[in-house]
């Protein structure tokens, strides 16, 4: 089993920026990609960033150029650096762990909200 724990989240103002972490504990061996989804009301929850064991990353179109995702393995970690917040970048972000079998674990979420 993996534990996933996130924290960072917040309100702020457009243009602003935020930095979320996730704390990965558990059998985190098994694990070969890290990444954040994030989910508004009513809708599916979507892809943001993601980055593999070996350090490639992939970027939702939306956030390209403003967000960078990255992992300290050291500490279990992965952080998702998000700069240039626009409102419709307000929702919960979860933190997703995917194992070699491909089964998905997932933070408690943490909401982040931009204002206009």
């Known amino acids: 089993q993996v534990q996933l724990v996130e924290s960072g989240g917040g309100l702020v103002q457009a243009g602003g920026s935020l930095r979320l972490s996730c704390a990965a504990s558990g059998s985190i061996f098994t694990i070969n990609v890290m990444g954040w989804y994030r989910q508004e009301p009513g809708k599916q929850r979507e892809l943001v960033a993601d980055?593999?064991?070996?350090?490639?990353?992939n970027y939702a179109d939306s956030v390209k150029g403003r967000f960078a995702i990255s992992r300290d393995n050291a500490k279990n970690t992965v952080y998702l650096q998000m700069n240039s917040l626009r409102p419709e970048d307000t929702a919960v972000y979860y933190c997703?762990?995917?194992?070699?079998?491909?089964?998905?674990?997932w933070g408690q979420g943490t909401q982040v909200t931009v204002s206009s």
């Open positions: 997703n762990g995917r194992d070699y079998h491909g089964r998905d674990y």
């Open positions: 980055i593999t064991s070996g350090g490639s990353t």
